[in-house]
């Protein structure tokens, strides 16, 4: 019952914008949309997360549509380190609610 | 600044033996406190959340169990395992109070658990 979709992979070149997407019809008014990557082995890394305002941080921007269904995680600058599982996740905040992950996209910064 | 350590990173058990996953934060006071599970290509299944010392919530039925002796402790036990106990564990924390906000959830790198 995942409340996201995203491009299973992408492809970026080293040192170019990456912009992953994801769609998120259904998202209801008190839910935010977050983003995770993980990296094979290691635990996943909070990125950045917002309501309905674009958000930017060290390490990447987030543009949410007017409407709310969908979002994009920019990477100004993509490195190989960047190559990872990256995670777009809907979640309110009523008692209980957690983080579910899908599948996610994997981004290959290429050389 | 607030750090999360899982101890084993890899831990090799058989069947029917006991397991004990320890996780503990460091640089914050009376966090929440989750475990997950993660299956090899699948996505995270949360197993516990804790609000508080010997406040635990289970979210599914399973051969698992969960404690918290301490307050940025949580610690992940099973008396016999099962060979569907394999699978990625990790431990994650966010900020007192943030069931109901929109605070994030950190996560730690994880026990890789092998079961023969």
């Known amino acids: 019952d995942a409340k996201t979709t995203q491009p299973t992979s992408m492809d970026c070149a080293e040192g170019r914008a990456a912009n992953l997407p994801c769609n998120h019809s259904?998202?209801?008014?008190?839910?935010?949309v977050y983003w995770y990557r993980q990296i094979h082995s290691q635990g996943p890394q909070y990125i950045i997360h917002g309501l309905k305002n674009n958000e930017t941080n060290e390490m990447a921007s987030l543009i949410i549509t007017e409407d709310r269904k969908s979002s994009t995680l920019i990477l100004p600058h993509a490195t190989l380190r960047d190559t990872a599982v990256y995670y777009c996740i809907v979640r309110g905040h009523n008692y209980g609610q957690n983080f579910v992950f899908g599948p996610g996209t994997r981004l290959s910064v290429l050389p | 600044s607030q750090t999360i350590h899982q101890w084993p990173a890899t831990l090799v058990q058989p069947v029917g033996s006991p397991l004990s996953l320890e996780c503990t934060v460091e640089?914050?006071?009376?966090?929440?406190l989750y475990w997950y599970r993660q299956a090899a290509g699948r996505g995270l299944q949360l197993l516990f959340y804790?609000?508080?010392?010997?406040?635990i919530s289970s979210e599914v039925p399973q051969n698992l169990s969960a404690s918290r002796p301490q307050d940025r402790q949580f610690i992940l036990s099973s008396k016999k395992l099962l060979l569907s106990d394999s699978g990625f564990y990790l431990c994650?924390?966010?900020?007192?109070?943030?069931?109901?906000?929109?605070?994030?959830?950190?996560f730690g790198d994880g026990t890789r658990l092998s079961i023969l």
């Open positions: 640089g914050t006071s009376n966090p929440n």
């Open positions: 804790s609000i508080g010392i010997d406040q």
């Open positions: 994650a924390w966010s900020v007192a109070g943030t069931l109901r906000s929109n605070q994030p959830q950190h």
């Open positions: 259904t998202i209801s008014g008190n839910e935010y």
